[in-house]
Nanobody, 124 residues
Framework: QVQVVESGGGLVQAGGSLRLSCAAS????????MGWFRQAPGKEREFVAA????????AYADSVKGRFTISRDNAKNTVYLQMNSLKPEDTAVYYC?????????????????WGQGTQVTVSS
């Protein structure tokens, strides 16, 4: 059974940084495209960033472009989301997701596997 577990969330002041990690188990990690999504209270889940299987291609939502960086270490079965210059509007639960079918980056929400999420709160 595939599992993905997020960590690294917390409370940070505006302008600060956090790095989220997503550890995957139960599958060949390098065979999965990975993505990060977020959901703020009262809002729908939205795409944040995605990375292909090899880590050679990435995609970002316009709202985080230039501030967030997605990366992966296939040897450690882990994908990361480095978040810099955080804003209060980045406050949300952040979810990691994996997809076995996607050959490139996947920005849509129909991923195969999802984690439980980690809370990120940015104070003003």
């Amino acid at each position: 059974q595939v599992q993905v577990v997020e960590s690294g969330g917390g409370l940070v002041q505006a302008g600060g940084s956090l790095r989220l990690s997503c550890a995957a188990s139960g599958h060949t990690f390098s065979g999965y495209a990975m993505g990060w999504f977020r959901q703020a209270p009262g809002k729908e889940r939205e795409f944040v960033a995605a990375i292909n299987r090899r880590g050679s291609r990435t995609a970002y939502a316009d709202s985080v472009k230039g501030r967030f960086t997605i990366s992966r270490d296939n040897a450690k079965n882990t994908v990361y989301l480095q978040m810099n210059s955080l804003k209060p509007e980045d406050t949300a639960v952040y979810y990691c997701a994996g997809d076995a079918q996607a050959m490139g980056v996947k920005t849509g929400p129909d991923y195969d596997y999802w984690g439980q999420g980690t809370q990120v709160t940015v104070s003003s």
